[in-house]
């Protein structure tokens, strides 16, 4: 059964930071484009970032949103099976459930310009709320 696990949301002042996970169960994830996604209510599903599959790669691909560029950094864990989101320096207009998700490693854009569409498998999202 393929599944994929969002944990670490919560609260946070701030300027703090939080760190998610995204373990993945029934598939290998390395073999996958991961992308992070958030919706915040009333908003679309926006792509946060991205980071290609391992498959033959030495170095993997990395796509950040220009709202967080410089504060969030995603990195794989092929032991883990896992892929996380390092988010520093978070902001009140950070807040949204975050999503994780899987993608083929050859569909177009799906680390470059990451879009909900292009991904299959999806997590069951994670509340982050960063607040005073």
């Known amino acids: 059964q393929v599944q994929l696990v969002e944990s670490g949301g919560g609260l946070v002042q701030p300027g703090g930071s939080l760190r998610l996970s995204c373990a993945a169960s029934g598939f290998v994830l390395d073999f996958y484009a991961v992308g992070w996604f958030r919706q915040a209510p009333g908003k679309e599903r926006e792509g946060v970032s991205a980071i290609s599959s391992g498959d033959e790669r030495t170095t993997y691909e990395t796509y950040y949103a220009d709202s967080v560029k410089g504060r969030f950094a995603i990195f794989s864990d092929k032991a883990k099976n896992s892929v996380y989101l390092q988010m520093n320096g978070l902001k009140p207009e950070d807040t949204a459930v975050y999503y994780c998700?899987?993608?083929?490693?050859?569909?177009?854009?799906?680390?470059?310009?990451?879009?909900?569409?292009?991904?299959?498998?999806w997590g069951q999202g994670i509340q982050v709320t960063v607040s005073s």
């Open positions: 998700a899987a993608a083929p490693p050859r569909r177009p854009g799906v680390v470059e310009n990451p879009t909900a569409l292009a991904y299959d498998y």
